[in-house]
């Protein structure tokens, strides 16, 4: 299934590329001051297309929740962003985009024996944050990046390797997470005319653990290419 998902959305955004570099190919070099900003067109609104991996792990302070380990997952999904001022090239960027999460770790049980564990989270986010676009030449631009994310917990497995067990992530079990995760977002981006690639880290603030004294945060490092159009 995830296989599918990914070739849909590979599909998607070269069949996307391809339209708008046929739309826009006849241009030629920039012909107002926004191109450097939206490469070669004029609309201060853009609309984009993201996949790539995402690098995530867990701190808590229960045991039990603790996937400190690093853990490979997806992020895939939708954005679009507009231009606020005339007079600064400053981007505000938002849209819906779905992340895997997670960790690995291990966990010292009461007979002395350790157990490993793996938390996958899958998440549906709700990301909002304001570039600043550098402009290169015509063509390139840098766009740091700064802001927020929400994100609602969808589903995922603990896994409990010691007993060979599985349950939801966000079942009603004492050990599991909470459904609403939020945050900081920072990075930068690269836009190539049509092509994009981003470098970000999710720095989690909401506690995911159900036992309030007890703290427990996402952290993710992502790396998306995509489309603008």
Do not use: W
């Amino acid at each position: 299934m995830k296989n599918k998902i990914i070739l849909f959305c590979l599909c998607l955004m070269v069949m996307t590329g391809l339209h708008a570099q046929g739309k826009y190919s006849g241009l030629g070099k920039a012909e107002t001051s926004e191109s450097s900003m939206f490469g070669n067109r004029t609309s201060p609104v853009y609309f984009g297309f993201r996949i790539g991996p995402a690098f995530a792990f867990v701190n808590s302070d229960d045991p039990m929740l603790n996937g400190g380990s690093m853990k490979a997952g997806l992020s895939f999904g939708a954005i679009v962003g507009v231009q606020v001022t005339e007079s600064a090239p400053i981007l505000v960027e938002s849209g819906l985009t779905f992340v895997q999460k997670g960790g690995r770790g291990y966990v010292t049980m009461t007979d002395g024996t350790r157990a490993k564990f793996n938390f996958n989270l899958g998440y549906l986010q709700l990301p909002l944050i304001v570039k600043y676009s550098l402009a290169v030449d015509d063509h390139m631009r840098f766009q740091p990046f700064l802001g927020g994310y929400f994100g609602l917990g969808l589903g995922g497995k603990i896994k409990n390797f010691k007993d060979r067990n599985a349950y939801g992530s966000f079942s009603n079990n004492d050990h599991t997470f909470r459904r609403f995760d939020a945050g900081l977002r920072f990075g930068c981006g690269f836009c190539y005319d049509l092509a994009y690639v981003e470098l970000g880290y999710d720095f989690g603030l909401a506690n995911i653990g159900k036992d309030d004294f007890d703290v427990t945060h996402n952290g993710c490092l992502f790396l998306n290419l995509g489309v603008n159009f």
